[in-house]
C-alpha cells in the first residue's frame, strides 16, 4: 500500500466560473460580453458601410423603427447620423476603440498598479513611500487626473489611454496591498520561509497566487470603469478624436440632434450602459464567489 | 482624539503639497514652450526668450516651483491666457455655481440612496431588494451625461416640464429649484445607487449582531429596533463614502454642467483645456482637489465624534 499523499490541486478558477454559470443573470452577462467581444472584433468584416464615410443626401434617416417613412434608406438598419454616416458601423468600429482601450488601460494599470502593491505590502520600508504616492494620486477625484493628464499630453486615443491607465493604478495597488498584508501573516509563508525560499519566489510565486482572485474581481470592475472613462473623455472632446466612431463622441454630437432624431443620442447610450452593467454584473459575481471578505467600498 | 485629529491636519497640508506639486510638474510634461503660448503666435525668437525670463521658465525647476507655490499661499494662482484676468477671480464667480449642482445632487443622492439601501436589507431577497439592487446596479453603470441627455429628452423635450439647464439660481430658490432637478437628478444617481449599496450591506451587518438580537428578544417592535437601534450604526460606513462621494460628485459635475450647460468650474476647465489655457488648467483642478482634501478632512473630523474607535487605532 503506498502511503504517498496526493495533493489534488482545485482550480479555483474552474470552479468560480461552474459558481458564475449559476447564476441566471451572471451568465447572462457574461455570455453577452463574449458574443459582443467577437462581433466588435470581427467588426471591419461585419460593417455594412464605411463608419467615416458621409453622404449629407441621407442625412439623419431613421432606422428600421421607421422602415415605412420615406426617409428610411435601405440598408441602413439603425439610421444615419448628422452627416449621413451609418450609426451601425459606428458603433461597431467604435467598440474596437471603447474595448481596446479598456482592455490596455485595465492592463497597464494592473500591472503597475499590482507590483507596486505587491512591494509595499511585503517591504515595509518601501510602504510607506509608495502607499502616499497612491494616496496623492487618489486626491484627484473622479475623471480628473485623467483629463489633467490628457490636457498636459493633448488629445488623442493613445493619450486617454496612458491617462486611464495612470488613473486605474492606486486602485490595483490599495487592494493588493492590503491583501497582502493579510497573506503575509499566514502560517504557510512561514513554512515556505523556513525552508529557505527567497523573498522574490514567495512574493511572486506565492503571494501573488493568492492575489489572484482578488486581481480578476478588481480588473473586472476596473474594466466597467475604464469603458466608461473613454466614453467620458471622448464626450468632452478630450477622448478620441473625430473623425473616429467612438460610443462617448457618438452621444456628444448627437445631442445637437436631440429634437429630430433621438435615436442617435439613445443607442450609443445603450450600448455603453449595456457593456459597463454586464461587466460590473460579472464583477459582483465573482466578487461574491472569489473574494466574499471583499466589502462594498465604493 | 486631539492626537488624532491633529494627524489628520497635518497628513492634509501634505496631500495638499503634494496636489500643488504634481500639477505644478505636470506642465512640464506638456508638450510646447509655455514661453511660446504666451508670446503669441506672432512673437519673435528673442520675444519669446525675453518671456521666458519675464515668466521665471529660465530658473531652475525646484526654484521655479518654489516661487509657483508662494503665490499660491497668497491666493497668486497666476494669470488666465485667454482673457488675462486673475484666475481665481474667474474660479471664484464660477465656483458658486458647481458647490449648487454637487450639493443638490449629493441631496438627491442621501434622499433616495440610503433610504433605499435600508429598505433592501429589511426585505432582502424579496422583490422590494431585487428592484432596488438592480436599479443600482444600473445607476452605477450609467453615464451621468447620458443619462443627463436622457432628462432633458423625456422631461424638457418630450414633456416639457422642466427647464433643459441652466442652474442660474441657487436650488433652494422656486426658479433654482426646477433648474436644478434634472442636472442633480443626473449626477446624484449614480451616487444615489453607491449609498444604496453600502446602506444594504451595512444594515444587512447590523442587523444580525448580537445587540439586535438583544433588541428584539425583549419584546421591541421591529420598527423600533431598526429605526433606533440598527439604523445609527448602519449609517457608519455611508458616512465613511461620504467625502469620497463628494470628490466623485465634483468630478462628476464636470461632465454634467456640460450637459445641462452650467457656468461652473467644470465647463471652465473644459474651455481652459480646449484653449490650451494651462494656468487655467492647473488652478482649476489644484481647487477641485483642495475642495476633496479638505471634505474629506471634515469627514474624518465628524467621523470621530460617531465612532470613537477610530482614534485609538
Known amino acids: ?151 498636459m499630453l493633448g488629445v488623442s486615443t493613445l493619450n486617454a489611454t496612458i491617462a486611464i491607465s495612470i488613473w486605474s493604478i492606486p486602485g490595483f495597488a490599495r487592494m493588493v496591498r492590503g491583501k497582502v498584508l493579510t497573506i503575509k501573516e499566514e502560517d504557510y ?80 447610450g445603450i450600448v455603453v450602459m449595456i457593456t459597463v452593467i454586464s461587466f460590473n454584473i460579472v464583477g459582483d459575481k465573482l466578487r461574491d464567489i472569489l473574494d466574499p471578505s471583499m466589502k462594498e467600498n465604493n | 482624539m486631539r492626537k488624532y485629529i491633529a494627524k489628520r491636519i497635518g497628513l492634509m497640508i501634505l496631500l495638499l503639497i503634494g496636489v500643488s506639486f504634481i500639477v505644478f510638474a505636470s506642465l512640464y510634461l506638456s508638450p510646447g514652450d509655455p514661453a511660446e503660448l504666451v508670446a503669441g503666435a506672432s512673437a519673435t525668437p528673442a520675444d519669446i526668450a525675453r518671456m521666458r525670463i519675464f515668466l521665471g521658465l529660465d530658473k531652475p525647476f525646484l526654484v521655479q516651483y518654489f516661487i509657483y507655490f508662494k503665490n499660491l499661499l497668497v491666493g497668486n494662482f497666476g494669470t488666465s491666457l485667454v482673457t488675462r484676468q486673475p484666475i481665481l477671480k474667474e474660479l471664484l464667480v464660477r465656483l458658486p455655481n458647481t458647490l449648487n449642482l454637487a450639493t443638490s445632487s449629493m441631496i438627491v443622492a442621501c434622499v433616495f440612496g440610503i433610504p433605499a439601501g435600508i429598505l433592501a436589507a429589511i426585505y432582502k431577497d424579496t422583490w422590494i431588494d431585487n428592484v432596488l439592487t438592480t436599479t443600482s446596479l444600473a445607476g452605477i453603470s450609467i453615464p451621468n451625461f447620458w443619462l443627463g441627455a436622457m432628462l432633458i429628452l423625456l422631461f424638457s423635450v418630450t414633456l416639457r416640464w422642466l427647464p433643459t439647464g441652466g442652474m442660474s439660481q441657487p436650488f433652494w430658490t422656486p426658479i433654482g429649484f426646477k433648474q436644478a432637478i434634472l442636472p442633480s437628478l443626473a449626477l446624484g444617481f449614480s451616487v444615489a445607487a453607491s449609498f444604496m449599496r453600502v446602506g444594504r450591506s451595512a444594515m444587512l451587518d447590523v442587523l444580525q449582531s448580537d445587540y439586535i438580537r438583544t433588541a428584539r428578544s425583549k419584546g421591541l417592535k421591529e420598527s423600533k429596533v431598526i429605526i433606533v437601534h440598527a439604523l445609527r450604526n448602519a449609517l457608519i460606513p455611508i458616512i465613511t463614502i461620504f467625502g469620497t462621494s463628494f470628490g466623485g460628485l465634483l468630478g462628476g459635475a464636470i461632465v454634467t454642467e456640460q450637459v445641462f450647460v452650467v457656468n461652473g468650474i467644470g465647463t471652465y476647465l473644459i474651455s481652459s483645456i480646449s484653449m490650451r489655457n494651462y494656468p487655467a488648467v492647473q488652478s482649476t483642478v489644484l481647487v477641485i482637489a483642495a475642495f476633496f482634501i479638505i471634505v474629506n478632512l471634515i469627514v474624518d473630523v465628524i467621523y470621530v465624534f460617531i465612532d470613537p474607535r477610530i482614534s485609538y487605532e
Not at chain 1, 448628422?82 to 450609426?87: A, E, F, I, K
Not at chain 1, 523573498?199 to 475604464?226: D, E, G, Q
Not at chain 1, 466614453?231 to 468632452?236: E, I, K, M, R, V
Open chain 1, 1 to 151: 500500500m503506498s502511503n504517498t499523499l496526493t495533493f489534488k490541486r482545485e482550480n479555483w478558477l474552474a470552479k468560480a466560473f461552474q459558481k458564475l454559470l449559476q447564476n441566471k443573470l451572471a451568465t447572462f452577462a457574461f455570455f453577452f460580453l463574449i458574443f459582443e467581444i467577437i462581433i466588435i472584433i470581427m467588426a471591419p468584416l461585419l460593417v455594412p458601410f464605411d463608419p467615416t464615410k458621409t453622404d449629407i443626401s441621407i442625412r439623419l434617416a431613421p432606422g428600421f423603427w421607421a422602415m415605412n417613412s420615406p426617409k428610411f434608406v435601405a440598408g441602413h438598419f439603425l439610421g444615419t447620423d448628422h452627416l449621413g454616416r451609418d450609426v451601425l458601423s459606428r458603433l461597431l468600429m467604435g467598440g474596437q476603440i471603447s474595448l481596446s482601450v479598456g482592455f490596455v488601460a485595465t492592463s497597464i494599470g494592473l500591472i503597475f498598479g499590482v507590483t507596486l502593491g505587491l512591494l509595499a505590502g511585503f517591504y515595509k520600508s518601501l510602504d510607506n513611500v509608495i502607499m502616499r504616492f497612491m494616496d496623492l494620486l487618489f486626491t484627484f477625484p473622479g475623471i480628473l487626473l485623467a483629463m489633467l493628464i490628457v490636457a
Open chain 1, 189 to 268: 509563508i512561514l513554512a515556505i520561509r523556513s525552508i529557505g525560499a527567497s523573498n522574490f519566489r514567495i512574493l511572486f510565486n506565492h503571494i501573488l497566487a493568492n492575489c489572484m482572485p482578488l486581481i480578476i474581481v478588481i480588473s473586472t470592475m476596473r474594466l466597467a470603469s475604464s469603458i466608461m472613462s473613454i466614453a467620458t473623455l471622448s464626450f468632452l472632446g478630450l477622448g478620441s478624436p473625430p473623425p473616429n466612431a467612438e460610443w462617448g463622441a457618438m452621444i456628444a454630437s448627437a445631442r445637437d440632434y436631440m429634437w429630430q432624431a433621438p435615436s442617435l443620442i439613445i443607442i450609443p
